[in-house]
């Protein structure tokens, strides 16, 4: 099994930044790829950004340019730096992991609301 735990969402303006972070325990040698998803009330879950063992990224077209997602595997941790960020971004923002199974691993979720 793997437990994956975000943080860092929040509160932020219009054109403002955050980052969230996601830390995996638990059996993470399997895991290959890990990413970001999104859902906005109301709406499906929509994939946002993933990173694989070799650094590879790739990304949704909405957030090219604005959004970085990174990994530190020393602390197992993935990173998702947001900028300028716009208020069709609000949503609660998932971490998913994905191994050699595959099974596919998600947290619990961390709320980013963009208002003024």
């Known amino acids: 099994q793997v437990q994956l735990v975000e943080s860092g969402g929040g509160l932020v303006q219009p054109g403002g930044s955050l980052r969230l972070s996601c830390a995996a325990s638990?059996?993470?040698?399997?895991?290959?790829?890990m990413g970001w998803f999104r859902q906005a009330p109301g709406k499906e879950r929509e994939f946002v950004a993933t990173?694989?063992?070799?650094?590879?990224?790739n990304y949704a077209d909405s957030v090219k340019g604005r959004f970085t997602i990174s990994r530190e595997n020393a602390k197992n941790t993935v990173y998702l730096q947001m900028n300028s960020l716009k208020p069709e971004a609000a949503a609660v923002y998932y971490c998913?992991?994905?191994?050699?199974?595959?099974?596919?691993?998600w947290g619990q979720g961390t709320q980013v609301t963009v208002s003024s």
């Open positions: 998913q992991a994905v191994n050699y199974g595959p099974d596919v691993y």
């Open positions: 638990g059996r993470i040698f399997s895991i290959y790829v």
């Open positions: 990173i694989n063992l070799s650094g590879i990224t």
